[in-house]
Every structure is written in C-alpha cells, then in structure tokens.
C-alpha cells in the first residue's frame, strides 16, 4: 500500500466530487504501476461514498425518502431485481443488510438440510 498514492487520492477531490484536472495533474507524473493504485484508490473513495439498494420493483417516494434519511451523505444507487421474491438488500462498503423471501427460504432449506 502506498500512502502517498492513498492521500493524493484523497486529495483528488474538491467539496467532495472528484476533480478531473487534479486527476489528469496526478496522472501525468506517475507511472504506469502507480497510475493501477492510484484508480484502485479513487475507487475505493467512490465505493465508500454510496449505497447500493437492491429491490424487486421500483420504491415508492415515501420509501426513497427514508432511505435517503439512513444514508444522507451518500449516493444512493437503486438496482431493480425482479428475481427477488419480495423485501430490500443494501449494500454500504463492505457491510450488506439483506431481509429477502429468496434468503428466507435459503436459509430454511439450509437448515432442513442439516437435519435431513
């Protein structure tokens, strides 16, 4: 891990949007090995900036709304799945909250299997 690379980075953005001069500044002196990292680590930024919501169908207003409410210093990013029987997944950073009939149903199948 390189912290130079890390906190330019950081650096990159001006009241929290990515600048694209700053970027096209960095990546104009440094080579191609650090240039990987550098895109590895503004991407983690991005990554840590928003929230992924997974749902069956479209939310309404009033949910969106409340969501919006959890995550205010976040993008929200809202996946239509239809596979999902019914209920939400979110996904922030690394952390994933999932209250699903698809999971449900995984997990009850799981748990007859052991007994089975």
Do not use: C, W
């Not at 090995?33 to 983690?44: C, G």
């Not at 959890?70 to 929200?76: A, C, E, G, R, V």
């Amino acid at each position: 891990m390189n912290k130079k690379l890390k906190s330019l980075a950081a650096l990159s953005y001006e009241n929290g949007q990515l600048d694209p001069q700053t970027v096209d500044l960095i990546s104009s002196k440094i080579n191609r090995r650090e240039l990987k990292e550098y895109i590895r680590y503004l991407k983690q930024i991005e990554n840590a900036k928003q929230v992924m919501v997974t749902v069956p169908k479209q939310l309404e207003n009033k949910d969106k709304e409340m969501i919006r409410h959890l995550f205010p210093d976040k993008t929200i990013v809202y996946i239509n799945d239809p596979s999902m029987i019914s209920g939400i997944k979110i996904t922030s950073g690394d952390v994933e909250y999932e209250i699903s009939m698809n999971q449900i149903f995984h997990d009850i199948i799981n748990h007859i299997s052991r007994y089975d």
